[in-house]
């Protein structure tokens, strides 16, 4: 679906903004509350926060936040696993990397 939508590189780079917001979301021990909260964890600057973000949005236009489908596809859990063993949510991301495709491939609800 993302594919279609945004093409492939705004897909990718949707699937990263997911994977991203599970990783700051397993961090934080909840969501984050807003794109400036989620760059501060992820230390990413803003810009290219809402640059993935817009990225995001434009593949997956229906969802709301990355939240639903890092849930249905079970990565959130991967996410809190990683953090919670790297205690690093950069090693965390780049562990995570991989991943990302299976979130894309997550079926729709």
């Known amino acids: 679906m993302g594919f279609a939508n945004a093409g492939m590189r705004n897909a990718v780079r949707g699937l990263k903004f997911a994977m991203a917001w599970g990783i700051a979301t397993a961090e934080l021990g909840r969501e984050p509350e807003n794109i400036e909260e989620y760059a501060d964890v ?4 803003r810009a290219t926060a809402f640059r993935d973000q817009q990225a995001f ?11 639903r489908m890092n849930e249905v596809s079970g990565m959130q859990k991967r996410y809190e696993e990683l953090v919670r063993t790297l ?12 991943l990302m495709y299976s979130l894309g491939a997550a079926p729709a609800d």
């Open 57 to 67: 949005r434009k593949a997956f236009p229906t969802e709301m936040s990355p939240a």
């Open 42 to 45: 992820l230390e990413e600057s």
């Open 87 to 98: 205690r690093n949510s950069k090693r965390a991301s780049l562990q995570a990397q991989p």
